[in-house]
């Protein structure tokens, strides 16, 4: 164990996150103890609220927004899971039949955790049961009940994954969404299946109302919220013991939602699953008479703030943890186009410098909330950048969740676009989510004036080594885009920037310093620096697996005021970005 940096990481924690750690693990450990008492004690607490009901109007758009979301999550892989295959997170396990599922099961990749998470989420039933035919509503219930049965509560495991209160939200969301559909379809339920879903549902509410991941807050908790949420819709009033819901579920959005709109774990694709929550809250209409005040202005942000983070493409920026296809894409979310220049997200740490299909987003903010930076990676000062509608300059994705040399490389500073030290990294990482000693990046004002589209920034995440790191970035649309990144301090020699492109865009031309993609091709000139060869690398644009990419290398050459490198990628004619003044820009940069 290593004391220093435990403090490093715990000292953050607020009071009620020390609180239930101890309150919810004491509850866990009990449970494996006498689970019988537990049962029963839950069993008493579910007795207190009165059964969902599926067909409650207010979750007939609760529904529609689940259907959309599972159907891209599990349209492609549904025939396969009716015959006990399931593909989840790009991993493919097969238990021979639904109902024979091994909910224990460790996966090969190591991801098992994750994955069996996604697995009792249960989302894959909701558009089984919106088929309204009786085969899939038996293969739902079979899953259920095979679930129930093989997690009791004193089998070690069940509370990080089937019995998470994270996944238990998201299971009775999907199966409250799914039973509405089945029943609008025209399905029936039997008896049996009656007293199975409804008495699981209640259990399900009445255990994310015991047991509110207040230790973890942010995207678990608002998770939790917005699941209750969705159980008093289908009630005929908000239980007595609920009084604390909509006051704490405004402070929760609150904490994930910035002022500026972003989110604040700085994940785009929390903040795309955060912003289908809060259009969730609004369809279960428990903030009808508020809704104008607060809800919809924190939408309307939220909203705004996702298409800053998206590429001409659609979808979303890969920055922290994030990857394609957990949710619909950012556009089918929020249609709306930004228009072009540079937009800020002053709070939330990121730039958009945007010249219709060609774009910038630039990571220069914090990496995550200090109370739990769980999702964060050594990204400050990275970008990504799109040319002519198609991603050129790629952020490297996510490979893993499980703690080991994936996770530790997907996150690492060498393995993103920004300026870095060979060797040493800006944040403290350990195990799978944990952050000790970490950074920060800032707007560096002053070099606006350099390039059409502009911005600078500056991080400290090696402060401790006595180095400083800054970037400025350049657009002039539909022309090219400049970077040049300064170190200055004793450890600089190990400086180093690279550019990770996919494989989409083909080397092109004798010297491989070219790339094309239809009808566009770009240029890399190193005009300061020193270029190492195009060699072969990876991204994880879809958790887990690995798609081709091509990393330029670029080491800064030295300076008596530090060490500098600048890197112009060209895709038009080039003459505006002779423009530029690399001396002030140097200056500027290193003088910070």
């Known amino acids: 164990m290593n004391l220093g940096r435990l403090w490093r990481t715990v000292r953050h ?46 979750l007939a758009g609760v529904a529609d927004q689940l259907l959309v979301h599972q159907t891209v999550v599990h349209g492609d892989h549904l025939n396969a899971m009716n ?46 049961l919106a088929s309204g035919e009786a085969a899939d509503l038996a293969r739902a219930a079979a899953v259920l009940r095979a679930l129930e049965a093989g997690n009791p509560w004193h089998m070690p495991g069940v509370f990080r994954d089937v019995w998470n209160p994270y996944t238990v939200s998201h299971r009775l969301i999907n199966l409250l969404a799914g039973l509405h559909l089945h029943g609008r379809a025209g399905g029936t339920l ?23 991941e207040k230790d973890l807050q942010f995207n678990h908790l608002m998770k939790n919220y917005v699941a209750l949420a969705v159980y008093a819709a289908a009630l005929p009033a908000l239980p007595a013991t609920w009084h604390f819901l909509a006051a704490e579920t405004k402070a929760s959005v609150r904490q994930n939602f910035l002022t500026d709109g972003g989110h604040a774990e700085r994940s785009p694709m929390y903040h795309l699953l955060g912003l289908q929550d809060l259009r969730l809250l609004r369809a279960t209409g428990l903030f009808d008479e508020t809704r104008e005040d607060w809800l919809e ?48 997200l002053p709070e939330t740490g990121y730039v958009r410098l945007d010249g219709g299909n060609d774009a910038v987003i ?33 952020d490297p994705g996510t490979p893993a969740y499980a703690p080991g040399p994936l996770r530790d490389l997907g996150r690492s500073a060498a393995q993103h676009n920004g300026p870095h030290l060979e060797g040493d990294e800006p944040l403290e990482f350990w195990a799978a989510f944990r952050v ?24 400290n ?53 070219a790339f094309q993609c239809g009808g566009t091709t770009v240029r890399a000139e190193v005009l300061a620096g020193d270029a190492g060869s195009i060699t072969e690398a990876e991204w994880w644009p879809h958790f887990g697996v690995a798609a081709r990419a091509q990393a330029l290398c670029v080491k800064p050459q030295p300076e008596p005021d530090g060490h500098f490198l600048a890197v112009r990628f060209v895709w038009g004619d080039g003459e505006m970005l002779a423009t530029a003044d690399l001396s002030e820009i140097r200056r500027a940069l290193t003088a910070s």
């Not at 579910?46 to 207010?58: G, I, K, N, Q, Y």
């Not at 000790?436 to 991080?459: F, M, T, W, Y």
């Not at 400083?468 to 190990?494: K, Y």
């Open 190 to 212: 039997a008896a049996p299946e009656r007293e199975l879903f409804f008495g699981h549902l209640r259990r399900l509410a009445a255990y994310i109302a015991g047991n509110l």
């Open 297 to 344: 202005p924190v939408i309307s942000k939220a909203a705004a703030a996702l298409r800053l983070l998206s590429h001409p493409d659609g979808d979303i920026a890969l920055f922290n943890d994030a990857w394609f296809d957990e949710a619909p894409s950012a556009a089918a979310l929020v249609r709306d186009a930004p228009t072009p220049g540079r937009h800020d």
């Open 436 to 459: 000790g000693r970490r950074g920060n990046a800032e707007i560096l004002p002053g070099l606006d004036g350099h390039a059409p589209l502009a911005v600078a920034g500056r991080q």
């Open 13 to 58: 924690l607020n009071a009620d996150q020390w609180r239930y750690r101890v309150i919810r693990r004491g509850r866990y450990v009990c449970a494996g103890l006498a689970p019988a008492a537990w049962a029963r004690r839950l069993e008493r607490q579910s007795e207190r609220l009165e059964f969902a009901d599926p067909a409650a109007t207010a």
């Open 83 to 128: 015959e006990g295959r399931f593909t989840l997170l790009g991993h493919t396990e097969d238990f021979g039949a639904a109902e024979r599922i091994d909910w224990r099961r460790e996966t090969a990749d190591g991801n098992g955790l994750l994955w069996r998470l996604n697995l009792a989420y249960m989302g894959y039933a909701v558009p089984w």
């Open 461 to 513: 995440g090696y402060a401790h080594l006595g180095v400083g790191v800054s970037r400025f970035v350049g657009l002039w649309p539909d022309q090219g885009m400049l970077i040049v990144d300064a170190w200055t301090g004793p450890a600089a020699g190990r400086a180093a920037t690279r550019f990770l492109i996919p494989r989409v865009w083909r080397p092109a031309g004798a010297e491989g310093m």
């Open 362 to 394: 630039f990571d220069v903010g914090p990496c995550g909330p200090d109370e739990n930076p769980a999702h964060a990676h050594a990204d400050f000062l990275s970008l990504e950048a799109s040319v002519g509608g198609a991603r050129f300059l790629v």
